[in-house]
């Protein structure tokens, strides 16, 4: 039994790196309906501004938290001015290419100013433990578990409350619509954008502290399964992402704690394909069809 | 008969059998060297990728993003047999073996999948190239990691030459034929197509497929050029090289295809000192050709052999002339 | 027994009922017209009877040489296999193929090769091109459109766009077909030849015509019966001279206006 609270404590630490990572995918398709396939390299560009801050800056670790929230926020929004918003009108074959042209290029670039090695972030938390009613909990899962959903709330107070919120659920309904009504599409966009890779850069941190291994092509996995998460739970649906993100995150761990770590990968894209193909809109969508 | 004897296909022959031979004397002369000789060779196999998964995305307007998984199926098949039976005869079979096998998962995958549009058929081509990667990687067979080395390299400038040239005439001719002009139809309007009768499913499976077998193909000499097969030459990074030289050629064309791998295969020759300088202009060329010039080099047109001179018109106006 | 059945179909869309127990026959050669108010749901019964949507409620039967053939159980491409075939309100040609290949691509069924064939060029192929092309041919020399045959349909005129897609849909060998707004965008002068037209090629080709319209010169002049939507429901069905009367038809147009 005490296995299976470890896996589940695991499992829910994990999970919350991929809700965070999944609220970036799921706001942007919310509102643009563009998959950003760069999304997991900009999870990897967080982690290395976040180590760079630490090791070549110098910087406390909360400042250089904040820092590569906020560098990385900018990078989300060249990206959205420069590559995707001349796509809008276009085809979303053309978006999703420019995308993955997006994601190519930030990959390579980190690798050509990087070099191939696997860096080690800076462990500036000593890790501790904690045992409890059996299980065994480290400070660091507890510190990413509580900064994901604290970061997650903050979100919802921001899209629920704030007239910003207001503005990006709107132009997710109707983008057309809220110009009419005077909102500002083109920044609520690009602050769409910058929000969801300020949580990237944050999810990026915690699995640095986490996993220690640092590396060019670090985003493509956890971006991806980040990418189940957000349609697991809905895709366009907030909640959606953070249900999403946890439940990804239990499988992985259950299939790698009771079966094989090989095969925890492959179970999670096998899910994608489950759902793409059962249920689309996700667990907590609704079916929309196309209007002939 | 008279069908196939016109001009057109005529020049064609006569261009072909050039370049044939041409390369066939500065190869066996080694006034090409081997280093190039290896570029030619990655040329010609990337064609055959490129016209696979042009038929898929170009005409057919189904984003596939996990062809390399399918190119590493006829890659494994060849070297396993290979190594029991290293000679050509081993690598047709082994060939045969790697194009059935991926008529079979191609199949399986596209029923479900093609349902999909647009970008969730992307995510969920990615995910199948990549649980097929994992498979390998796990598999004892294909021994893991370490990917199977010491296959003969049986690759030379005739047998790279006569596979081009085939996937080249099975592409032009199934673009041009009926089954071509439903997957167009589905490519521009696929609600439309249903209505006119077309049944959109079975024409996309068979674009997939038709695909499939041609990357199975490319996959197979690949292992004949290269010595060792590896999981990691057929992860996503791969799948997005073959979408960039289609991209870049056009969507849609596959004259485009073949004139944008030269191109890259030369740029690659060219750069080949600064590897990761390489990886960013294409990064860079992907999204500027999105951006600017979506239909990319070709558009989707053909390229026209109408520049030769009808010899007829010419006789005729000389014959007129004299009088 | 009709060739067309409409039997009780509603389609729903969460709560709202698009289309309401609608059921109408249709006969054998008939030119019928199917009008109402902006929403009414004319085109989402065209989507129900074509397979775009499957009916929440009700049948649609077809009869094909005395069987009766349910095609809301149908794909929407068996059921044009069945003869039966759609125009759309908003034009969706092939646009950037040409005009020949968009009636070719509707022909695709009278193809006599297969994939084999296709690839290797082997049997049938060249002659069953050039039937294809014929033919293709023929079509376009009915609608006036042979001459801009290898034209790209996205630069025809509109009025030639309408045109190109009404031959398409009768290159498929429809006998039954279902015209979405023929006549929308243009002006009296192409309404007037649409007009003529549709009665011309009803007669030569021997077709069963529904069609949505809202440009009432055309319903009024060659539709011989007419039926009415509004929300949803049939409101009326006559000729053209019993529904102009109608008070219910008068003031769910009227009623519209205000």
Redesign the interface.
């Known amino acids: 039994m005490s296995q299976f609270l470890q896996q589940v404590i695991n499992g829910l630490s994990i999970g919350s790196v991929y809700a965070l990572i999944a609220l970036g995918y799921t706001m942007v398709y919310g509102i643009i309906k563009l998959i950003n396939f760069a999304h997991g390299d900009i999870f990897m560009f967080g982690t290395y501004v976040g180590m760079l801050s630490i090791t070549v800056l110098h910087l406390p670790f909360p400042i250089a938290f904040i820092v590569a929230m906020a560098v990385t926020a900018l990078l989300g929004v060249i990206i959205e001015r420069v590559a995707y918003k001349p796509l809008r009108k276009s085809t979303k074959t053309a978006a999703l290419i420019t995308a993955i042209g997006v994601s190519f290029l930030i990959q390579n670039s980190v690798l050509a100013v990087m070099g191939a090695n696997i860096d080690a972030f800076p462990q500036v938390i000593e890790n501790r433990y904690y045992d409890f009613l059996g299980v065994r909990v480290n400070l660091i899962q507890m510190i990413i578990f509580f900064t994901s959903i604290s970061l997650m709330f903050i979100l919802q107070f921001i899209v629920r409350k704030t007239k910003l919120g207001r503005a990006m659920r709107s132009v997710a309904v109707d983008k057309d619509a809220s110009a009419l009504m005077g909102v500002n599409v083109d920044n609520t966009i690009t602050i769409t954008f910058a929000i969801g890779s300020a949580l990237a850069a944050a999810a990026g941190i915690m699995v640095g502290l986490y996993y220690i291994k640092v590396y060019p092509f670090m985003g493509f996995a956890p971006g991806l399964k980040a990418f189940v998460a957000a349609v697991f739970g809905g895709i366009g649906i907030i909640p959606g992402a953070m249900i999403g993100g946890f439940s990804i995150g239990l499988i992985e761990t259950m299939v790698a704690g009771y079966g094989s770590t090989l095969y925890k990968d492959a179970v999670v894209y096998g899910i994608l394909i489950l759902i793409l193909l059962v249920k689309p809109s996700g667990l907590l969508g609704k079916n929309v069809k196309e209007k002939v | 008969m008279k069908n196939v004897l016109n001009r057109k296909n005529i020049i064609s022959v006569i261009i072909l059998v050039t370049i044939f031979f041409v390369f066939n004397y500065l190869i066996s002369n080694r006034i090409i060297t081997p280093y190039y000789r290896t570029v030619i060779y990655w040329v010609g196999i990337y064609i055959i990728l490129g016209l696979g998964l042009n038929i898929i995305i170009g005409i057919t307007g189904q984003l596939s993003l996990g062809h390399a998984g399918f190119m590493s199926l006829g890659a494994y098949s060849a070297a396993i047999i290979l190594a029991t039976n290293p000679t050509l005869t081993g690598l047709f079979i082994g060939m045969g073996v790697g194009i059935l096998i991926s008529l079979a998962v191609s199949f399986v995958v596209a029923m479900p999948t093609l349902r999909l549009k647009g970008d969730y058929l992307a995510i969920a081509t990615l995910g199948v190239g990549e649980i097929i990667r994992i498979i390998i990687l796990s598999m004892k067979i294909t021994n893991g990691a370490s990917g199977i080395s010491n296959i003969k390299m049986l690759m030379t400038w005739p047998l790279i030459f006569s596979f081009v040239v085939l996937a080249m005439f099975l592409s032009i001719n199934f673009k041009k034929s009926a089954i071509g002009r439903a997957c167009i139809s589905i490519k521009e309007d696929e609600i439309a197509a249903e209505a006119m009768g077309i049944n959109t499913t079975k024409y996309k499976v068979i674009a997939f497929m038709f695909g499939a077998v041609l990357a199975s193909v490319a996959g197979s000499l690949f292992a004949v050029t290269y010595y060792v097969v590896k999981p990691e030459s057929f992860g996503v990074n791969t799948s997005i090289n073959i979408l960039i030289i289609v991209v870049f050629g056009g969507l849609g064309s596959l004259s485009g295809t073949i004139i944008a791998t030269f191109f890259i295969g030369f740029v690659n020759m060219m750069l080949q000192p600064y590897a990761e300088m390489r990886m960013i202009l294409y990064a860079l060329v992907l999204i500027i050709v999105m951006i600017f010039r979506p239909q990319g080099l070709m558009g989707s047109k053909e390229v026209a052999l109408n520049v030769f001179p009808d010899f007829k018109k010419l006789f005729k106006f000389r014959k007129e002339k004299k009088a | 027994m009709s060739l067309l059945k409409i039997d009780h179909i509603t389609k729903n869309f969460g709560g709202l009922a698009a289309v309401s127990n609608v059921s109408l026959t249709v006969e054998e050669g008939e030119l019928v017209g199917l009008i109402g108010p902006n929403g009414a749901g004319k085109?989402t019964l065209f989507?129900v009877l074509?397979?775009?949507?499957t009916p929440s409620e009700g049948k649609v039967l077809l009869n094909k040489n005395g069987k009766e053939i349910e095609l809301n159980k149908l794909?929407?491409?068996k059921i044009?296999?069945q003869g039966v075939?759609?125009t759309?309100q908003n034009i969706?040609?092939?646009?950037?193929?040409s005009v020949l290949?968009n009636v070719?691509?509707?022909m695709?069924?009278d193809?006599q090769?297969g994939?084999f064939?296709?690839?290797?060029?082997i049997g049938k192929?060249?002659k069953?091109?050039a039937d294809?092309d014929f033919r293709a041919h023929e079509f376009l020399k009915k609608v006036y459109l042979d001459d801009l045959a290898y034209a790209q349909a996205k630069n025809l005129p509109y009025g030639k766009q309408r045109q190109l897609e009404i031959a398409?849909?009768m290159a498929?060998g429809a006998k039954l077909l279902f015209l979405d707004e023929p006549a929308a965008g243009m002006n009296p002068h192409e309404t007037s030849a649409l007009t003529d037209f549709i009665a011309k090629i009803r007669l030569e080709m021997d077709l069963t015509i529904v069609l949505i319209e809202h440009d009432m010169s055309l319903v009024m002049k060659i539709c011989e019966r007419i039926f009415v939507l509004d929300y949803g429901k049939l409101i009326a069905q006559g000729t053209a001279d019993e529904v102009k009367n109608n008070p219910k038809v008068i003031e769910a147009y009227l009623g519209e206006e205000e």
């Open positions: 085109t989507n074509t397979g775009v949507y794909p929407p491409y044009t296999h075939a759609r759309f969706r040609l092939f646009k950037e193929l290949e070719k691509i509707a695709n069924e193809v090769y994939l064939g296709a690839l290797t060029r192929f060249f069953s091109e294809i398409r849909a498929t």
